[in-house]
């Protein structure tokens, strides 16, 4: 009789049982759980990669510094050089833009020769075209053929006409402010205008794949639909009929203007010097008195900005411009002197290797 006790107590409850079951389930699901969010077993997830980070020793800096300033002053120096061989003529004619005065002459006279290739340009100061909204005020599609498409141009993109609401191609604030001053420049002893061509002017990228006029022979009938922006004088098919590969929105002009400028104050290229084998222009621009006519279109003293006329070589280092060679001079400088005053620190506070193997044999 006494067994039967000791059976009944060793087996279990059926509640016990249930909690018993519950229990494994719950640590399965948990295994589980944990399986599925552990990282793969790699180097990567498991953040076990090979890793190198430099000491910074007195003997590994110091060399460094003086290293870079050893080595960025002949290149300032190369730069500054190579800007200073490039000349340059500056024409403000910004006083030509009096309304009343709609076209003028100024007088330009060049001391030496401008040997090589002879670039003009016209300049803009204090003219913001990197401004976001005005910067965004474009469309890229339609500039690619598809006048419908008007993207983000407004207030631009529509024109209520007489004969109903016509879309303006080309649209946006920066196609409506479009550059539109027109030069001459004439040699002052025979009065004949200096040749000058277009064709180099814009990068073949953005003509070749930016830009594109709608299909159809006929340009007029291809923007029939359309209108030409509020400040334009001309239409868009207008710009140079006599060139197809430089009218409507593959006008050179045109192109020119719609790459914005970073900085208020730019230029942008207008016109490249034809140097022809049996003219005098063959080895660039001679020396003399030249006389700049400008018909006046474009106005900038409504809000204290200013115009330029330039006429500029280049090297090959590019256009005049000293900031960049001034900059690597005076990174050198202060490499330079820095590099000094940790040398000298060094000197005299620094602790050599014979007395950090004492110390560290010291502390131990």
Same mark, same amino acid.
């Given at each position: 009789?006494?067994?039967?006790?000791?059976?009944?107590?060793?087996?279990?409850?059926?509640?016990?049982?249930?909690?018993?079951?519950?229990?494994?389930?719950? @640590?399965?699901?948990?295994?589980?759980?944990?399986?599925? @969010?552990?990282?793969?077993?790699?180097?990567?997830?498991?953040?076990?990669?090979?890793?190198?980070?430099?000491?910074?020793?007195?003997?590994?800096?110091?060399?460094?510094?003086?290293?870079?300033?050893?080595?960025?002053?002949?290149?300032?120096?190369?730069?500054?050089?190579?800007?200073?061989?490039?000349?340059?003529?500056?024409?403000?004619?910004?006083?030509?833009?009096? $309304?009343?005065?709609?076209?003028?002459?100024?007088?330009?006279?060049?001391?030496?020769?401008?040997?090589?290739?002879?670039?003009?340009?016209?300049?803009?100061?204090?003219?913001?075209? @990197?401004?976001?909204?005005?910067?965004?005020?474009?469309?890229?599609?339609?500039?690619?053929?598809?006048?419908?498409?008007?993207?983000?141009?407004?207030?631009?993109?529509?024109?209520? *006409?007489?004969?109903?609401?016509?879309?303006?191609? $080309?649209?946006?604030?920066?196609?409506?402010?479009?550059?539109?001053?027109?030069?001459?420049?004439?040699? @002052?002893?025979?009065?004949?205008?200096?040749? +000058? *061509?277009?064709?180099?002017?814009?990068?073949?990228?953005?003509?070749?794949?930016?830009?594109?006029? $709608?299909?159809?022979?006929?340009?007029?009938?291809?923007?029939?639909?359309?209108?030409?922006?509020?400040? +334009?004088?001309?239409?868009?098919?207008?710009?140079?009929?006599?060139?197809?590969?430089?009218?409507?929105?593959?006008?050179?002009?045109?192109?020119? +203007?719609?790459?914005?400028?970073?900085? $208020?104050?730019?230029?942008?290229?207008?016109?490249?010097?034809?140097?022809?084998?049996?003219?005098?222009?063959?080895?660039?621009?001679?020396?003399?008195?030249?006389?700049?006519?400008?018909?006046?279109?474009?106005?900038?003293?409504?809000?204290?900005?200013?115009?330029?006329?330039?006429?500029? *070589?280049?090297? +090959?280092?590019?256009?005049?411009?000293?900031?960049?060679?001034?900059?690597?001079?005076?990174?050198?400088?202060?490499?330079?002197?820095?590099?000094?005053?940790?040398?000298?620190?060094?000197?005299?506070?620094?602790?050599?290797?014979?007395?950090?193997?004492?110390?560290?044999?010291?502390?131990?």
């Amino acid at each position: 009789m006494a067994s039967i006790p000791q059976r009944l107590t060793a087996s279990n409850s059926p509640l016990q049982d249930i909690q018993q079951s519950s229990a494994t389930i719950l @640590n399965s699901n948990e295994s589980t759980s944990r399986s599925k @969010n552990k990282p793969c077993d790699t180097k990567l997830r498991q953040q076990k990669l090979p890793a190198w980070q430099p000491i910074l020793t007195a003997s590994a800096v110091i060399p460094t510094v003086f290293g870079i300033g050893i080595v960025f002053l002949p290149i300032g120096v190369a730069l500054l050089l190579a800007s200073q061989g490039v000349k340059e003529s500056i024409t403000d004619y910004t006083s030509c833009s009096v $309304p009343s005065h709609e076209s003028c002459d100024f007088v330009i006279k060049l001391n030496s020769d401008f040997q090589g290739d002879v670039y003009f340009y016209y300049a803009l100061d204090n003219y913001f075209q @990197n401004h976001r909204r005005y910067m965004k005020s474009r469309s890229d599609s339609q500039l690619l053929g598809d006048l419908q498409n008007v993207g983000d141009c407004e207030p631009y993109a529509y024109l209520n *006409t007489s004969s109903g609401l016509k879309i303006i191609a $080309p649209c946006g604030a920066v196609a409506n402010s479009m550059f539109n001053d027109s030069f001459t420049l004439f040699r @002052n002893d025979n009065n004949e205008s200096v040749p +000058w *061509t277009y064709k180099g002017v814009v990068w073949p990228v953005d003509k070749n794949r930016k830009y594109r006029n $709608p299909p159809g022979k006929d340009l007029k009938q291809a923007f029939a639909n359309t209108v030409k922006p509020p400040n +334009w004088r001309k239409a868009i098919y207008e710009l140079d009929p006599d060139h197809s590969d430089n009218n409507g929105f593959l006008n050179t002009d045109f192109i020119v +203007w719609m790459r914005t400028a970073a900085l $208020p104050d730019f230029r942008k290229l207008h016109r490249i010097l034809v140097r022809s084998k049996n003219s005098i222009y063959k080895n660039g621009l001679p020396a003399g008195t030249y006389k700049l006519m400008i018909k006046n279109n474009y106005p900038v003293t409504v809000f204290g900005g200013r115009k330029y006329f330039i006429i500029s *070589t280049t090297s +090959w280092a590019g256009g005049k411009s000293g900031f960049l060679g001034i900059a690597y001079i005076t990174v050198s400088g202060i490499c330079v002197l820095f590099g000094s005053i940790f040398l000298l620190i060094h000197l005299k506070f620094g602790t050599s290797s014979n007395e950090a193997g004492s110390i560290s044999q010291i502390s131990r």
